[in-house]
């Protein structure tokens, strides 16, 4: 579901897509065919091994090792920066601002949560709306 929702966001099609915990490539396909140079990376080993033997044929893909809150790559390299299940709430932030970091000005950035996440972030939004209205509150009643 998530996959085809992205297939339906993206508004371009070519270009350098990087693909954020990109497991055993599940992204590669649909992507190349819409034209795009393809770099994946995963904190597991044996994910980019897989990728290696499933895509490594392919000279618009390329795989390595890593996170997502210490990307290899300079800044404003990628047109396209995709995360399909960013799972570490307290490495949020830090993840987030890699992404912003490699993905060009003009780039697109597509994030998705699992929904234990989504709803524990939303949860915190709420909480820290909630404290800074009654914050307000209190200190117009002074």
């Not at 993206?10 to 490539?25: E, H, M, T, Y």
């Not at 396209?80 to 307290?90: E, F, K, L, P, Q």
Request: aromatic share 8%; proline share 3%.
């Amino acid at each position: 579901m998530r996959k085809q929702l992205l297939l339906k966001l993206l508004n371009r099609s070519g270009g350098a897509l990087l693909d954020v915990g990109c497991g055993p490539g599940v992204m590669v396909e649909d992507m190349v065919q819409r034209g795009y140079r393809f770099w994946g990376v995963d904190v597991s080993h044996e994910m980019i091994a897989e990728c290696d033997r499933r895509f490594g044929h392919l000279s618009c893909t390329q795989f390595r090792q890593g996170t997502a809150t210490s990307l290899i790559f300079p800044d404003a390299t990628f047109d396209t920066v995709i995360c399909m299940g960013y799972r570490s709430c307290s490495a949020l932030a830090e993840g987030r601002r890699e992404m912003i970091r490699v993905a060009k000005p003009d780039g697109d950035i597509f994030v998705a949560f699992p929904i234990y996440i989504a709803l524990g972030l939303l949860a915190e939004f709420c909480i820290l709306r909630a404290v800074n209205v009654i914050s307000a509150v209190l200190h117009q009643a002074g």
